[in-house]
């Protein structure tokens, strides 16, 4: 690939340059596709993620038993007000024109993946270590001896 490559500077010049404007195309678009797919993966995580969080925050603090809501009802506080929400948080942090605040509190992100890293190995040896299982939901259930 290098060497095909030559001096070009991208490597949209180098599919222009044997394959055309068709191929020129078809690279810059099937990049873009990757990026709004990976922004719309992060979206769908990030509003799951504040959602559930958020729920569990309301019902630590008011002693309520909340029940999550998945679909698109707009009659409760459900996932989709959250989506919602996390659209009009980032529309409004990707409209601020100086963003070396967001740029210093990027550089603490570390710490926290690691954080996050060392909560799900150590989670996953508790898991492995305990065997008292708890049915949260029994409403779902599989018979392994049925058809």
């Known amino acids: 690939m290098i060497r095909v490559a ?3 500077k991208e490597y949209f010049d180098t599919l222009y340059k044997y394959w055309g404007k068709w191929a020129y195309y078809c690279g810059f ?3 873009l596709l990757i990026m709004v797919a990976a922004v719309t993966s992060y979206f769908i995580n990030l509003s799951t993620m504040l959602y559930y969080i958020a729920l569990g925050l309301a019902d630590w ?3 309520n038993n909340y029940k999550p809501v998945n679909s698109a009802d707009f009659s409760t506080f459900s996932l989709a007000y959250m989506a919602i929400l996390v659209f009009l948080i980032e529309l409004l942090v990707t409209s601020k024109k ?3 605040i967001f740029i210093r509190l990027m550089s603490y992100g570390s710490a926290f993946i ?3 890293i060392l ?3 150590g989670f996953g040896f508790y898991g492995v270590a305990t065997t008292d299982f708890v049915v949260v939901d029994s409403s779902f259930h599989i018979d392994p001896y049925t058809e």
């Open 114 to 116: 690691i954080a996050l």
């Open 119 to 121: 909560f799900i190995i």
């Open 6 to 8: 030559g001096n070009d």
């Open 61 to 63: 603090i008011s002693g």
């Open 29 to 31: 678009i099937s990049t």
């Open 98 to 100: 100086d963003l070396s």
